[in-house]
């Protein structure tokens, strides 16, 4: 079975400063890993994906990932926080293998607030 | 804008009564995935159905069932319903499956009194 682990459900940094969120994950199978973000009142929006090609992952509005196998992590960071980034992250893992349907299993999510 | 829509927005309603949520996928999405947001169980995947046939189950209960019309919507119907059912629940579509995006709805928030 598959799994995903948010460290921290709340993060909090300065404007300006740098953001971390924590993801690890659980696969007995290559897995595909996402990054979602969730704005207040909406749907969840696709920040970057993972699928078994760069391990380093660029995604929208400045953010990136990195995976790690021996690590098992899949953690998101950006340089800079701006307060538009204020928001809910979703880590989530999908089974790479052959019969992948692509159903997510999510993490908890973590909730990341920006200080001006 | 996902091109996913979702009907209704908002839904209140009391125990033990059915309720029926849709969902129209993004045009060219053959997938379509059903998610449940709740304070104390978090995003969980329901189920999936691509080109018209289930292809994937999750945490769903047996009160809740769902089906894709061949127009490609959805729709999930949930059944005796529950205080414990009020929840987000999302529509998500994607072109199929494996790593292709899945494109989020707004949602529709179930309340259960």
């Known amino acids: 079975a598959q799994s995903v682990t948010q460290l921290g459900s709340h993060v909090s940094v300065s404007e300006g400063a740098l953001v971390l969120l924590r993801c690890n994950y659980s696969?007995?199978?290559?897995?595909?890993l996402f990054w979602y973000v969730q704005y207040p009142n909406q749907g969840l929006q696709l920040l970057l994906k993972y699928t078994s090609a760069a391990t380093l992952v660029k995604g929208i509005n400045g953010f990136e990932a990195e995976f790690k196998k021996s690590e098992t992590s899949f953690h998101l960071t950006k340089p800079s926080a701006h307060m538009s980034d204020a928001a809910e992250y979703f880590c989530a893992v999908s089974d790479g293998g052959s019969s992948n349907t692509g159903k997510l299993i999510f993490g908890q999510g973590t909730t990341l607030q920006v200080k001006p | 804008d996902s091109g996913v829509t979702q009907t209704p927005k908002h839904l209140i309603t009391a125990t033990g009564q059915r309720v029926t949520l849709r969902c129209s996928p993004r045009s060219g999405d053959l997938s379509v995935y059903w998610y449940q947001q709740s304070l104390d169980q978090g995003l969980q995947f329901l189920i999936q159905y691509y080109n018209g046939e289930e292809r994937a189950k999750g945490n769903i209960l047996e009160r809740f069932s769902a089906q894709q019309f061949p127009d490609l919507h959805s729709e999930l119907n949930l059944s005796s319903l529950e205080l414990g059912d009020s929840a987000l629940y999302f529509c998500a579509s994607s072109l199929s499956g494996g790593d292709n995006e899945q494109f989020f709805g707004p949602g529709t928030r179930l309340t259960v009194l």
């Open positions: 696969s007995s199978v290559p897995p595909y």
